[in-house]
């Protein structure tokens, strides 16, 4: 028997409530760019984008943890050089905030090149960006997020996913155009927990999902 809080089998079948749950809110302006946060936001955004019939990418973002407790984030960084610290951080760990960053900046160009070989990332000017993480707990990782895509020129940033702490949805919606949630529960003590199966993705499951949406974008594309 599934447990109370497991309300998703896998990412997949959250993907699939939250397009569901975006599709009835509606109001989304075309032409519509899916971006999921690697690496366990892309299954998820790629049922979003199947379900809006949009294109697919990743927003490079990297979340920076607490020494000795990197499951919590103190900040982030992003693509364009954006730079996200939680306001409360104490002075002695500066020192290891900024070792952090740095290593995780050079954690994103690698993955840029393993995520889009010879690829440019697609041009998200103008269009409204959905970014699609598995959840948000903290919400600083998409925060980042959410201030590279404003800086990339995105005409509107939604933010959305299967489940969310009201903490990171106050946070978020004070920069993002919509915030939507499938959950949001009273206490969020892990994104696991919402979860059936949470396995650890590896980056060769990112792009093949990304390489396999765009194909299929591909084909609409040359039979519409």
Known sequence: ???????????????????????????????IIVLGLPRGGV??????????????????????????QPELAIGAVAAGGILVREPRLAAELEPAFARTAARERQELERREQVYRPRMPPLDVAGKTVILVDDGLATGSTMLAATRAARQAGAAAVVVAA???????????????????????????ASIGEWYEHFEQLEDTEV??????????????????
Do not use: N, W, Y
């Not at 978020?172 to 915030?179: M, N, P």
């Not at 792009?207 to 519409?224: D, K, P, Q, S």
């Open 162 to 188: 299967p489940v969310a702490s009201h903490e990171a949805v106050a946070l978020l919606r004070a920069e993002a155009d919509a915030v939507i949630v499938v959950q949001t529960p009273p206490l969020l």
């Open 207 to 224: 792009r093949r999902l990304l390489e396999e949406r765009g194909r299929e974008t591909h084909a609409v594309g040359t039979t519409g």
């Open 43 to 68: 299954p998820v955004a790629c049922e979003v984008a199947r379900a809006l019939d949009a294109p697919l990418d990743v927003m490079l973002v990297r979340k920076i943890g607490m020494p000795g």
């Open 1 to 31: 028997m599934r447990s109370a809080t497991h309300i998703f089998v896998d990412r997949q079948e959250g993907g699939a409530k939250l397009a569901r749950t975006l599709l009835r809110r509606g109001g989304l302006t075309p032409p």
